[in-house]
T-cell receptor, first 114, second 114 residues
């Protein structure tokens, strides 16, 4: 069965520091992987997605993620955090294993400290 | 271009009352979804409609019904609300129900059942 695990429900970083949000997936077939961001009182919006074209994926707002099959990971990074990055981030895996599946992780809330 | 719109934004119900959450999209998408978001549990799929005229159960369909009224509109009905249905409900749409398609989310409906 497909699943996605986000380590750390809350992450705090200082403004200007590296952002690293962790996501591990489980899938018996090649997955498609997504990162979404949710700002307060808003719906989710896509940050980036992996669809097997390239293992390093660049998204909006300076975020990127690297697909590592050997580690079954798709961690999200940003070199320098900005106050506006404070939000909740969701990793999602999408596969077809008989039926349509699109599974979200439990989310990581990012706090950026001044 | 409003994207995905949801009404109402907030709702308080008493146990046993019924209500319908409305969702509409203006992106000419074929597929639409209803999720619920609960603290620490991420987003869970309630129902989805891969195309006009079809609906399928997701992960947590019990206590809900849906109607794909036309290509634009997808409603979620609670026939007899229960406190366990207190949650934030998101509607989303995508071009198709394929696993590589990005989902576009509405702003959510915050429902409290007392």
């Amino acid at each position: 069965a497909q699943s996605v695990t986000q380590l750390g429900s809350h992450v705090s970083v200082s403004e200007g520091a590296l952002v690293l949000l962790r996501c591990n997936y489980s899938s018996s077939v090649p997955p498609y992987l997504f990162w979404y961001v949710q700002y307060p009182n808003q719906g989710l919006q896509l940050l980036l997605k992996y669809t097997s074209a390239a293992t390093l994926v660049k998204g909006i707002n300076g975020f990127e993620a690297e697909f590592k099959k050997s580690e079954t990971s798709f961690h999200l990074t940003k070199p320098s955090a900005h106050m506006s990055d404070a939000a909740e981030y969701f990793c999602a895996v999408s596969t077809t294993s008989g039926t349509y599946k699109y599974i979200f992780g439990t989310g990581t809330r990012l706090k950026v400290l001044a | 271009n409003a994207g995905v719109t949801q009404t109402p934004k907030f709702q308080v119900l008493k146990t046993g009352q019924s209500m319908t959450l409305q969702c509409a999209q203006d992106m000419n998408h074929n597929s639409m979804y209803w999720y619920r978001q609960d603290p620490g549990m991420g987003l869970r799929l309630i129902y989805y409609s891969a195309s006009e005229g079809t609906t399928d159960k997701g992960e947590v369909p019990n206590g809900y019904n849906v109607s794909r009224l036309n290509k634009r509109e997808f409603s979620l009905r609670l026939e007899s609300a229960a406190p366990s249905q207190t949650s934030v409900y998101f509607c989303a749409s995508s071009e198709e129900a394929g696993i590589w398609y990005e989902q576009y989310f509405g702003p959510g409906t915050r429902l409290t059942v007392t």
